[in-house]
């Protein structure tokens, strides 16, 4: 089922057996997987997949779970590309889309990669999983734990969104509450796998929530029926989305699916919590840490990735950029959105619709262009935000 050979370690090349539960690399960097795509390529067209469900295991070659028994899925992926015409001629963009991740179960596109990390930690024996989050990893991993029998301690900041924190308690989850940020809920996950030996599946510290992840770009590129298109914008945080898409990406062009250059990729952040956006401006191969990160967004809200040099590797091989975007941006986008076309769009999928507006008005996008903003969550699971927004209408 699976064509998963290996892991590697993107900095200093060294090689594990993917047999085994795995965190970091020795040299302290996340792990990626690997497949043999050689023989993927041999075995499995574009055609084979015309007639599959429609959730993202119907690129079940692609992911790292090898007997089909141990898949947990809630039919999470295959969410739909959405032409955003009215608001493409209100930004100058001819062919405008939104990848609509809001309509995955738990309402966002952490489903993926909690569905891949669940399904492969299950395989390998896990009973107990631990992770830091903003808010929504933790609503989606609780969920697809308790869907799979496995126990996950969750820690997140106190102020998280209401929703996340209701989440985690509906699916049982063990929930701590910190104050402070998301680095601090981590301190308090590294103590409890040190003490209790939880697997640690927090943001890049196992291998698999990149591969659930992936299968964005993998479903942007079948909807393009394998072309590339030009540009797409993501919202980062941990930026485990755009390492994905672009890995998925790459592995469809050494196969032979897709050809041309890859999308550039668009990193787009808020300006209260910007490292990578600085990283990019100066230069930089890493962040540093956001000293006092602030904003509405909460999955912005993180202020030293731990995958930042991948995210950073993306944008600059792709030729693409970074942005930052105020909140009172983010609050204009979403309101435009959802006036515009209909879309109930989280402030961080909101958050590419206002990058897309600066980068279009500087020059930056071109009219006609292919352009997609990742839509990772929907509007519904910020009711605080919703309510600001029409309260200043």
């Avoid at 067209?45 to 959730?55: G, Q, T």
């Avoid at 672009?246 to 990729?265: H, I, N, T």
């Amino acid at each position: 089922m699976s064509y998963l050979d290996h892991l590697t370690c993107p900095r200093c090349t060294g090689r594990y057996d993917a047999g085994g539960l795995h965190n970091l690399c020795e040299c302290g960097s996340p792990l990626l997987a690997i497949y043999d795509l050689e023989r993927l390529a041999a075995n499995i067209r574009p055609s084979d997949l015309v007639n599959r469900p429609a959730n993202m295991w119907r690129y079940r070659e692609f992911l790292p779970v090898t007997d089909a028994e141990n898949i947990v899925s809630l039919g999470e992926g295959y969410t739909p590309m959405l032409r955003t015409a009215r608001l493409g001629r209100e930004l100058g963009l001819n062919q405008l889309w939104v990848k609509d991740e809001g309509l995955n179960p738990t309402g966002t596109f952490k489903a993926r990669g909690a569905s891949a990390g669940i399904s492969r930690a299950k395989e390998l024996g896990a009973t107990t999983v631990a992770m830091p989050t903003a808010g929504n990893a933790g609503g989606a991993w609780a969920a697809y734990g308790a869907c799979a029998g496995i126990q996950v301690h969750v820690a997140m900041p106190r102020d998280a969104p209401t929703i996340n924190v209701m989440e985690c308690r509906l699916y049982d989850a063990h929930l701590m509450l910190v104050d402070g940020l998301i680095s601090d809920a981590g301190k308090l996950i590294a103590q409890g796998v040190a003490e209790h030996g939880w697997f640690d599946a927090s943001t890049l510290k196992e291998p698999y929530r990149i591969e659930g992840k992936k299968t964005m770009g993998l479903e942007i590129a079948e909807f393009f029926d394998w072309h590339m298109p030009d540009v797409v914008i993501y919202p980062a945080g941990g930026g485990v989305g755009i390492i994905g898409i672009r890995k998925a990406l790459r592995e469809l062009r050494e196969m032979d699916w897709v050809s041309g250059p890859l999308p550039r990729m668009v990193v787009v952040q808020a300006s209260g919590c910007a490292p990578l956006v600085r990283a990019f401006d100066g230069g930089l191969d890493a962040s540093e840490f956001w000293q006092s990160a602030q904003t509405m967004a909460a999955g912005l809200r993180v202020p030293k990735a731990l995958g930042d040099f991948l995210v950073l590797q993306a944008v600059r091989e792709t030729e693409g950029t970074a942005v930052a975007v105020s909140d009172a941006e983010i609050e204009d986008a979403m309101r435009l959105v959802s006036r515009m076309d209909g879309l109930a769009m989280c402030p961080e999928g909101a958050a590419t619709v206002a990058a897309a507006k600066q980068l279009r008005d500087s020059g930056w996008l071109q009219a006609d262009e292919n352009v997609v903003l990742i839509n990772t969550g929907t509007a519904l699971k910020y009711p605080e935000v919703m309510n600001s927004i029409i309260a200043e209408s």
